[in-house]
C-alpha cells in the first residue's frame, strides 16, 4: 500500500527547532519532486519547501534562511530542518511526493500530516 509517514513534529518554544521526516512506502518509485506544505484552521493549505529530483529546491518566502529540505532518494524519505521557529509556524505539516509510476501513471501521494506547535 502506497503510503507517506511522517513524525518529528511536536512542541517547541520560539526560536527553537525541529526536524521533520517523511518516509515514502517502498512501493512508491518514480519520485520526480516531494515537498513540504502546512495548513492552519480555516485557511488552504501552503507550500513550505519542495525539491526536485536534480536538487532544485523551492521554498516558501517566509521560510527562507530558516528551514532546509533534502531528501535521501536511496531511503525513499524527505526531510525538513526548521530552525529559529516562530508562533507563525504552527500549523500541521503535510508530506507530498508526485511523480510517474509504471505504465506513465502519474501520482500525488499526501501524508497524515504531523502538528508543530511553536509556543511558550
Known amino acids: 500500500q502506497e503510503q507517506l509517514t511522517e513524525s518529528g513534529g511536536g512542541l517547541v518554544q520560539p526560536g527553537g527547532s525541529l526536524r521533520l521526516a517523511c518516509v515514502a512506502s517502498p512501493s512508491i518509485f518514480g519520485i520526480n519532486a516531494m515537498g513540504w506544505y502546512r495548513q492552519t484552521p480555516g485557511n488552504q493549505r501552503e507550500l513550505v519547501a519542495r525539491?526536485?529530483?536534480?536538487?532544485?529546491?523551492v521554498y516558501a518566502d517566509s521560510v527562507k534562511g530558516r528551514f532546509t529540505i533534502s531528501r535521501d532518494i536511496a531511503a525513499n524519505a524527505l526531510y525538513m530542518q526548521m530552525n529559529s521557529l516562530k508562533f507563525e509556524d504552527t500549523a500541521v505539516y503535510y508530506c507530498r511526493a508526485q511523480g510517474t509510476a509504471t505504465w506513465d501513471r502519474a501520482f500525488d501521494y499526501w501524508g497524515q500530516g504531523t502538528q508543530v506547535t511553536v509556543s511558550s
Open positions: 525539491i526536485y529530483d536534480e536538487g532544485r529546491t
